[in-house]
């Protein structure tokens, strides 16, 4: 077994207001690998925004300038995203959904 040590003591993550994550079975039962780059990008990027249920309101235009993807690979993402049952979108909120029990 390996042992785990501090490479740097003095810059421990800490926890501090609000706060993103990602479940350990996104890698384990292969969402990570089902997703394309664009679709990865969009997802990790709404888990940062998003508040603790899940919901953000960015438009997509901003999505895209913050991200540097053309617009149109943002909608194509989030379609994908939708399909794959990762999050919900009405046209206004985006929300990060639960994962399902195996990647769509």
Known sequence: MIKKQLL???R?????GSFGFIPHRFLTDGFLGSLSPY???LYFFLILVSDKNGLSFYK???IS???HMQTTMVTKARRALVEKE???YDGTLFQV???PEKPL
């Open 60 to 62: 997509e235009t901003t």
């Open 65 to 67: 300038q913050l991200l």
């Open 97 to 99: 959904l639960e994962l």
């Open 8 to 10: 740097r003591t003095d």
């Open 12 to 16: 421990v993550r800490k926890i501090n």
């Open 39 to 41: 679709e990865l990008l």
């Open 86 to 88: 990762l999050i919900a």
